[in-house]
């Protein structure tokens, strides 16, 4: 195949945002999350951001909860801040989210509280927030409520927040091939590189300033690193032969990759620090789709030198390897699953699915599709974004990391693959 790859032209991008980039589609719901109340937020006519849908749908796809409906939810059950309805006796909900939206100065105020509805929490107000945030920032500050709720319930912080980088291919454009970002939910999409040739497996750096990708914009793929705001690019691997599946360790001093300029494909990282490249395996077998642990003592790897495609982990303090996987045909594309022991793989079972793999080894699928690819896991361990085929086109889906919830994410245009979820970042 790398004999048929051409040179490229390639064009850095500007920051444009455009938005509903991708459309969720809801394959899947849930029956055992929090029943919660997300009533209507009063704000202005003329604001376009609806909150409280935002809300609704952020807390669902995390398959913790299970917001009720709002049509279902008595008029009048909050007025002048206060809950003036047995919203639990109507719809059984744990809790109630409401809030307003006011103008100011501006910009505009957004405030919302969480009050409880059962038990001793009957009438409580748990949570509570309000600050002030531009027009072009609502569906931020709405994410915001969320990862408040995910927070209080789960004691983890919300992954609402955070971005997502996945390649686009459009047949017949100039430049068919794009690197791409977006908020998880597909809205403000921003051009980071587009080529006339392939980008593939995009990486984050944990302060999520920069992407670590391959390039075959050479006659040879490469890998590069590229600041998203700058655009500042530099180039970190051309051997000849395979040069693939950056990965960046949490703690930001290295990045993982398969290479095969000594033979057959082995796992090697470079240590931002000394710019110096190290080897990690040597094997006989093909190794590749490395991944770090959440602490970034250990590197996953999809291995054949079992005979078929398993998960092996290389351990740096023991300079040991061992084998992850056994239930399945094969397993690969590994992710951990932050703040746990357990992995997201690629399993094939009838076809190739998304699947947890828990320390006891065992494999459990959470996706009923047949041409699941490259996994990747939200920084909070609640959801898993991968690439499908979905009505005949590949895109991205998501699923809780529990299987609860599903989704699809198809794009207006092109084809969508190598999703990548970005860190959590304060701001």
Not at 296 to 301: A, D, I, V
Not at 358 to 385: H, K, Q, W
């Amino acid at each position: 195949m790398f004999k048929k790859l051409l040179a490229m032209a390639f064009l850095v991008l500007g920051t444009t945002q455009v938005q509903a980039a991708l459309q969720i589609e809801i394959t899947g719901g849930i029956n055992a999350g929090h029943r919660i109340a997300v009533a209507p937020f009063t704000q202005p006519a003329g604001l376009q951001t609806d909150v409280a849908s935002i809300v609704a749908a952020d807390l669902m796809r995390s398959g913790k909860f299970s917001p009720i409906a709002s049509s279902a939810i008595p008029q009048g059950s909050v007025v002048n801040g206060q809950v003036n309805v047995d919203v639990a006796a109507i719809t059984g909900a744990e809790i109630i989210i409401f809030g307003q939206v006011v103008p100011k100065g501006g910009k505009y105020d957004v405030e919302f509280q969480v009050v409880g509805l059962q038990g001793a929490n009957k009438g409580k107000v748990l949570a509570h927030y309000n600050g002030l945030a531009p027009q072009s920032l609502m569906r931020q500050a709405s994410h915001r409520i969320s990862d408040r709720v995910y927070e209080l319930y789960t004691g983890s912080k919300g992954a609402f927040r955070t971005r997502i980088a996945y390649i686009v291919y459009r047949h017949g454009q100039p430049y068919p091939y794009q690197l791409m970002t977006s908020d998880y939910d597909g809205f403000n999409e921003t051009p980071i590189l587009k080529s006339t040739q392939p980008i593939m497996t995009p990486s984050w750096s944990p302060d999520g300033t920069r992407l670590a990708y391959v390039s075959f914009e050479g006659r040879t793929p490469a890998i590069f690193v590229q600041n998203i705001l700058s655009k500042k690019r530099t180039k970190l691997a051309s051997y000849p032969g395979l040069n693939s599946s950056p990965a960046w360790s949490p703690d930001g001093s290295k990045i993982a990759m398969a290479l095969s300029k000594d033979g057959q494909p082995d796992i090697y990282y470079y240590d931002l620090a000394s710019a110096q490249l190290q080897r990690v395996t040597a094997n006989a077998a093909i190794d590749t789709e490395p991944t770090w642990s959440s602490d970034s003592k250990s590197l996953f790897f999809t291995s054949e030198r079992g005979g078929k495609a398993q998960i092996y982990k290389y351990d740096f303090g023991s300079h040991q390897t061992t084998r992850v996987t056994y239930q399945g045909a094969r397993n690969l594309s590994a992710r951990s699953i932050p703040g746990s022991n357990s992995l997201i793989v690629i399993t094939q079972v009838n076809g190739y699915r998304v699947a947890r793999v828990d320390a006891d080894g065992s494999v459990y699928s959470l996706t009923t599709s047949s041409l699941d690819e490259s996994p990747s896991v939200a920084p909070n361990g609640s959801m898993v974004i991968y690439s499908t085929v979905y009505h005949g086109r590949k895109g991205l889906a998501i699923v809780s990391a529990d299987g609860r919830f599903k989704a699809n994410l198809p794009s207006s245009s092109g084809e969508i693959s190598s999703p990548a979820w970005g860190p959590l970042l304060e701001k």
